[in-house]
């Protein structure tokens, strides 16, 4: 029974490091790493769904007193170099002034899937930001550079291709 034991051990031992050899060699582990795209303002041409968050002044254009804000956007670029929205967006003191709101926009997207958009969201802001292409333009991320008040950070996901 010694001798079963051993190689019913040996035996066991054999599977354990064949399987752990096998964890994380899946289809990825020998794939060939992605081969960098350049971008074009064609890259994100279609619809997104945008989720952002930050703080911005309560009155526009001032620098204090500041509010967080949320909000939702639904925009889509021609792949040409124009974006128009509707957002909702919703400051924690302001609320939502204005829901479903349309906006308007131009964009420019470099070779290196970087992008610098200025968007006019309602009358008299305007808002520059800088953008990050990601997964072949299934995904934007970005931030609103100016005007400085405004501290917005924004993830975008692509719902259609339009």
Known sequence: MGRMTSMALLACC???????RG???????NAEPKKHRECSDRTIKGT??????GTRPITPGT???TESVIGVVIR?????????????????????????RPGFGTYEVREDCTA??????????VLEERLVIVDDGEEIRGI????????????SRRIDTR
Request: charged share 5%; proline share 10%; aromatic share 4%.
């Open 14 to 20: 054999a599977v354990v490091c064949l399987g752990a």
């Open 23 to 29: 964890i994380g060699a899946g289809p990825q582990a």
């Open 48 to 53: 997104y769904g945008v989720q952002i968050q």
């Open 63 to 65: 620098m204090q007193p």
């Open 76 to 100: 889509t670029y021609d792949g040409e170099g124009s974006f128009t929205q509707v957002d909702n967006v919703k400051g924690s003191v302001s609320g939502i002034p204005v829901p479903d």
């Open 116 to 125: 610098i958009a200025t968007a006019q969201p309602g009358p008299g802001i």
């Open 144 to 155: 609103t550079s100016s005007p400085l008040s405004v501290m917005v950070t924004s993830v």
